[in-house]
């Protein structure tokens, strides 16, 4: 059997990431061979991954960023089964590098296929399935483009928000994390009334009719009120009508107006863990 030092023992977890033991028998079963232990650690990870492919991955951390010119941003997801996982550093920064490796890809399957420290993204994720033992995996991938781009992640990583703003501005940055903030905690269901499909409003409409009709309203009134009730809802669920949280005076397209009068919010994108 070939002698394992302690500092073998140890490259191979800086390496993957895996516990001590772990790594000791992958390297005693490798004869001491570093490329073989990782391809055995690797081979565990697989199978682990296999037996986990029916377990829910409803934790993890979700993180937006935007490029250098902030034209374009990214929410990635990594998924796992457990929050205490999610809270994990390790877990929380190699969420980040994804997200940080996303910006250069236009779907989630680009991405798997990235090199990370010398392996695909698809590779390690089952590489640390089988380190963590849960199932691990990129769940949302978003991307956003507009003249600029702004992000915000809630505290705890459970929610991300990209915004997409009409035109650069001095204080562009500072508009964007806002209206994300406001995306974030009110969860609009669109950017505008023109975004809300049609099967949403058919289905609202009809909510409206039965609640007005239990109410004893004429069924000849019910169109008309119905109408009214529609607007209601435009202005509670659609991002740029929405009553700004941190000013009930105004909407938030109003608020994204009083940094410049031609200043509109084109597009959001959120993603929310569970």
């Known amino acids: ?3 394992i030092t302690a500092a073998e023992v140890n490259k191979l977890r800086q390496a993957t990431g895996a516990g001590m033991m772990d790594c000791k028998k992958a390297l005693v079963e490798a004869e001491g061979n570093f490329d073989t232990a990782i391809e055995i650690l690797r081979k565990k990870g697989q199978k682990v991954a296999a037996n986990r492919a029916d377990r829910d ?3 993890g951390a979700v993180i937006a960023t935007v490029n250098a010119d902030n034209t374009r941003g990214v929410i990635v997801s990594l998924n796992c089964e457990t929050d205490f996982v999610a809270k994990n550093d390790s877990f929380v920064k190699m969420a980040t590098d994804f997200a940080e490796l996303a910006l250069g890809t236009s779907s989630k399957e680009e991405l798997l296929a990235k090199d990370y420290n010398g392996l695909t993204v698809q590779e390690k994720l089952i590489e640390q399935t089988g380190v963590i033992g849960e199932k691990i995996e990129i769940g949302d991938y978003r991307t956003l483009e507009a003249p600029f781009v702004g992000s915000y992640i809630h505290a705890g990583n459970k ?3 990209l915004t997409g703003l009409s035109k650069k501005v001095d204080n562009g940055e500072e508009i964007a994390k806002n209206v994300s903030m406001q995306a974030a905690a009110m969860n609009p269901v669109a950017l505008n009334e023109e975004g809300v499909d049609q099967s949403v409003i ?3 409409i009809e909510i409206a009719k039965d609640q007005l009709r239990q109410e004893g309203k004429a069924e ?5 009120i119905a109408k009214g009730k529609i607007k209601r ?3 509670d669920n659609t991002l740029v009508n929405q009553d700004y949280i ?3 005076k105004m909407s ?3 608020y994204v107006k009083t940094a410049d009068n031609d200043l509109t919010v084109v597009a959001f994108e959120r993603v929310a863990l569970g």
């Open 1 to 3: 059997m070939a002698n």
């Open 57 to 59: 991955s409803s934790e």
């Open 159 to 161: 929610i991300a928000v």
């Open 202 to 204: 058919d289905k609202e």
């Open 220 to 224: 000849a009134m019910l169109d008309n």
């Open 233 to 235: 809802f435009f202005k």
């Open 246 to 248: 941190k000013d009930s």
């Open 252 to 254: 938030v397209a109003e």
